[in-house]
């Protein structure tokens, strides 16, 4: 069964806070902080091949729609600390929290337009985690913010065969976006969905 992929990208973008910026101006890191044009891009890019390829992974509500929006801010590790203590009750630095809009009961309507969610990065904890992982700040980011996105499409991480899924399937979105380094291990325990009650 065809679906159509042409859809538009509206992309609610919050750059990171020039002093959260350490990375030297003109670099990719530093225009995926603080440009959403690149992870426009990047999601386009990425939605086409999830809705494209992924099948019953994917919310049928993206099937034929025509416009697909989210957010993603990037923040430092004291607000995503209160946001992850305020939705999850674990007041902790993490690296990435998706809020999801979707709701996965929701019959698909007549609207053309689908509203995914919210994406937030903490840029300090990102740093952190690329310097661990021996790889650059782009990468990271990129690692990170695919990780929220496929939350916000109603994946998750139950159990290991289901991690594994969602990392490999990471790794093509991330290797898509013109970055391939091997990530090595990864811990994603803290990189959870958040569905905020109603």
Do not use: Y
């Given at each position: 069964?065809s ?13 990171a ?56 801010q ?13 939705w ?7 690296d ?36 661990e ?8 980011l ?29 790794e ?27």
């Amino acid at each position: 069964m065809s679906h159509t992929t042409t859809f538009t990208i509206d992309l609610a973008f919050t750059p990171a806070a020039q002093e959260l910026i350490q990375c030297a101006e003109g670099t990719d890191a530093h225009q995926r902080l603080s440009q959403g044009e690149p992870w426009e891009a990047t999601l386009h890019l990425w939605l086409h091949h999830l809705i494209s390829a992924c099948g019953d992974s994917t919310p049928n509500q993206l099937m034929d729609c025509e416009e697909i929006s989210l957010g993603l801010q990037f923040v430092d590790d004291a607000q995503i600390t209160a946001l992850n203590g305020r939705w999850r009750d674990k007041p902790r630095a993490t690296d990435v929290l998706s809020f999801s809009a979707l709701e996965a009961e929701m019959p698909p309507d007549s609207s053309t337009s689908i509203e995914l969610g919210d994406i937030v990065v903490s840029v300090p904890t990102a740093e952190r985690q690329a310097l661990e992982q021996e790889h650059s700040l782009e990468r990271e980011l990129c690692w990170l913010v695919s990780h929220g996105l496929l939350h916000l499409l109603g994946w998750d991480h139950p159990d290991d065969s289901k991690l594994e899924a969602m990392l490999q399937c990471q790794e093509q979105l991330v290797a898509m976006a013109g970055i391939v380094q091997s990530h090595g291990e990864i811990n994603c325990e803290s990189a959870d969905e958040i569905t905020p009650e109603s």
